[in-house]
């Protein structure tokens, strides 16, 4: 069962940057945190994960709280393109390691 | 580097007939996952494989889902008799394996479903 909460949607300017946050107050020690996002009709697409400190890649930047007990995703200057369902995942640790997915929030970048 | 590989794509079947799917996981990757997608909810984990082994099959209805991954590469999941409510998007991931926390898992188009 999925570990996270996040709001159903939200809405962002082009050219702003989008904040999407994730509560997981239930979150342990070595759990990480994972972010997809899948765009219609496609399958769903990694954009980063983070244990304890703050990551930056080519797509976003992943903020986690010091007691890690939420997180935010920033994607630094939205497009229409970032038009998606993004997944917030504790990837918890048991035989499989495996992604558990929640209903995730519904982005739209508004022109 | 190629992605995750799964077809068809797109398939219309009338109930209780059978169905199957296959995928080709990026190469080199032991865990293989398959996932149920229902409109408007979030992938649900069907059956994990680490390389032809099953890991967890416990969300899999087994009464009529089955799914193998012979030689450790592909995998083929299968529907027998299929219902109505098996109208979905059924997703096949891969990673490099199970162990580490850290490695992420990439996913293929999907297949879509539709049993009428």
């Known amino acids: 069962d999925a570990k996270t909460t996040q709001p159903p949607s939200m809405d962002c300017a082009e050219g702003r940057a989008a904040n999407l946050p994730c509560n997981h107050s239930t979150i342990s020690g070595n759990e990480y945190v994972y972010w997809y996002r899948q765009i219609h009709s496609q399958g769903p697409q990694y954009i980063i994960h983070?244990?304890?400190n703050n990551e930056t890649n080519e797509m976003a930047s992943l903020i986690i709280t010091e007691d890690r007990k939420s997180s935010t995703l920033i994607l630094p200057h939205a497009t229409l393109r970032d038009t998606a369902v993004y997944y917030c995942i504790v990837r918890v640790p048991n035989t499989g390691n495996q992604f558990y997915f929640g209903t995730g929030t519904s982005l739209t970048v508004i022109p | 580097e190629a992605g995750v590989a799964q077809s068809p794509r797109y398939k219309i079947i009338e109930k209780r007939q059978s169905v199957a799917f296959w995928c080709n996981p990026i190469?080199?990757?032991?865990?293989l996952y398959w996932y149920q997608q229902i409109l408007g909810q979030g992938p649900k984990l069907l059956i994990q494989?680490?390389?032809?082994?099953?890991?967890?099959d416990s969300q899999l209805p087994k009464d009529r889902f089955s799914a193998e991954r012979l030689k450790g590469v592909d995998s083929t999941l299968k529907i027998q008799p299929a219902k109505l409510e098996d109208s979905a998007v059924y997703l096949c991931a891969s990673s490099l394996e199970r162990t580490s926390m850290n490695t992420e898992a990439f996913f293929g188009q999907g297949t879509r479903l539709t049993v009428v």
């Open positions: 983070g244990l304890k």
């Open positions: 190469s080199g990757h032991a865990t």
């Open positions: 494989f680490q390389n032809n082994g099953v890991v967890d």
